[in-house]
């Protein structure tokens, strides 16, 4: 009988090791303590590996694992594993994305409450300082209050849901999804994140992305009525922390429950020196139950892509370049890529993506549809959306996914097209790649274009009228905003698109400056 050699790297909990040790087509190693330069010559011959945090699957690791065909991460996230460097070698790298949820959820509410009623405080006084003083310690009571959730997934519709059994006024805000899937629970969904800013309570449960960097800045916080409660059990990084202290210090933020940051272990942080804020080490999956689920389930991923049977939640797509001419793997990037820009500049609901293209590609537009759909749901799903489940995350979406072989003359040997549809409108882009593989957008809403897909860009299309372009220079400059490339396309509706490539990020403030330009149609910004 054949044997598949998993080797778990990282400590995971029993009821998993157990699940490796009892099938019988499985030779378990088990590593976990082992120094983790000598981990190099255990993997050697393994086809599975299991890790964690605790052991980094870089260029070392990949060249030393030469017969490995999947890698699973324990756990969300991947930070650690260069899924790049595994998909050239054609190692499948999987995660446990949802084993922790119940967990996050329920440390949410602990922040929550414990902010509220100022819990840790006066439990430190009682039990290590010894004093009994119960008038110093009235908190403020959930019932009543507006909760502001960012982002109704997973966890913060289930956050949503505990935290209307204690009759509060929930209020989300998540673009990507569906108004009914916030209405349909009895809560109140907006689009207008000034509505959250208003919020007595306000938690954030989004992926980290250029997006949702810093989505609670100074700006943000100055909004917000005196005295709000801000949770994040999220990522680190989602309320700019600078900002956060000053808040907290003036006590415009009047508590934060915080159990995520910027450069962790954070154990001199200056939050840590404010006595109107509740702290924890980055609980959100340590709980006995989750750690089951994480080991549990990382176990039978890897006895699945062991075995050759399944390979669930994986983050890549391993190409043997043996079986495909070499072009296609550029296009099929070029694909991921463009779909994910389509999603910055069409923030909505996504009602459908459809792949088209011209040339020798279209016998692999079934890949590239794979590929766009991954791209365009990005943004929404964080490290959820994988090139396994796209299609069935996409149904579940209510999202269609079409490809159509086109019959269009172009000058271009091969071309694809996404056009990304969402519950507000249609966004297509037309890309090519010449010859050593320079990848271009050609097309952009039928606007002529010659743009590299790179950094940061600002899409602005304009009546076509003189003074446009040295206007938005003028913007740009005034905001230290450095233009490394500006690309021009005209229509026949006296209409101008311009695709401008910039050398930093562009703020609000200088899009709003843009939006207020006379001839301004629309202005978006994007970053690749």
């Known amino acids: 009988m054949e044997k598949y050699q998993i080797v778990v790297c990282d400590h995971i909990h029993e009821a998993g090791l157990e699940m490796l040790k009892n099938d019988d087509q499985v030779d378990y190693v088990f590593a976990a303590d082992i120094d983790k330069t000598e981990l190099l010559d255990v993997i050697k011959t393994a086809d599975v590996a299991i890790t964690r945090s605790s052991t980094d699957v870089d260029e070392k690791f990949i060249a030393a694992a030469k017969n490995l065909k999947a890698i699973v991460r324990a756990g969300v996230g991947v930070d650690n594993v260069d899924i790049e460097g595994c998909s050239k070698e054609g190692i499948i790298v999987m995660n446990v994305p949802t084993a922790n949820t119940i967990a996050a959820v329920e440390l949410t509410m602990t922040h929550m409450l414990s902010c509220m009623r100022m819990f840790p405080y006066s439990h430190d006084h009682l039990k290590n300082q010894r004093i009994w003083k119960r008038e110093k ?260 979406r209510g999202i269609k996914i079409e490809v159509e072989k086109t019959d269009v003359k172009t000058p271009y040997k091969n071309l694809i097209t996404v056009k990304l549809t969402t519950e507000k409108r249609a966004v297509s882009i037309s890309a090519t790649i010449f010859e050593g593989g320079v990848q271009r957008i050609v097309d952009f809403d039928g606007f002529e274009v010659d743009v590299a897909p790179k950094g940061n860009m600002i899409i602005f299309k304009n009546t076509d009228v003189p003074g446009v372009i040295g206007k938005v220079g003028t913007i740009l400059a005034n905001n230290n905003v450095n233009i490394s490339d500006f690309r021009l396309g005209r229509n026949n509706k006296s209409e101008a698109l311009a695709v401008i490539l910039v050398d930093s990020d562009v703020s609000d403030a200088t899009l709003n400056e843009l939006a207020a330009l006379e001839a301004c149609i629309s202005v978006k910004a994007a970053r690749l």
């Open 137 to 396: 310690w009235y908190g403020h009571e959930l019932k009543g209050k507006k909760l502001g959730v960012i982002g109704f997934g997973n966890i913060g519709s289930r956050v949503a849901i505990r935290a209307k059994a204690f009759e509060m006024d929930i209020i989300a805000y998540d673009p990507y999804i569906n108004a009914s899937k916030v209405t349909d629970l009895g809560m109140e969904y907006t689009e207008n994140f000034d509505d959250i800013l208003a919020c007595d309570i306000i938690t954030i449960h989004t992926p980290k992305n250029q997006e949702t960097l810093n989505m609670i800045d100074k700006e943000e916080i100055a909004k917000m009525k005196d005295g709000v409660v801000l949770v994040n059990c999220a990522r680190g990084g989602l309320y700019n922390e600078e900002a956060l202290y000053d808040g907290l210090k003036s006590g415009k933020v009047r508590f934060a429950g915080i159990d995520v940051f910027i450069k962790e272990p954070a154990t001199d942080h200056p939050l840590l020196d404010l006595d109107n804020i509740v702290v924890s080490p980055h609980l959100g999956a340590n709980t006995f139950e989750s750690q089951y689920n994480i080991g549990t389930q990382a176990a039978q991923q890897a006895i699945e892509a062991a075995k050759g049977i399944a390979y669930p939640h994986a983050m890549n797509l391993p190409i043997d370049e043996s079986k495909i001419p070499s072009f296609v793997k550029p296009f099929l990037e070029m694909g991921q890529k463009i779909g994910f820009l389509a999603s910055q500049i069409n923030k909505a609901p996504i009602v459908s993506v459809k792949v088209s293209g011209d040339g020798e590609i279209t016998e692999y537009l079934d890949s590239l549809a794979t590929f766009a759909t991954v791209g365009a749901m990005a943004e929404t799903t964080g490290d959820t959306v994988n090139y396994v489940n796209a299609e069935f995350i996409a149904e579940q």
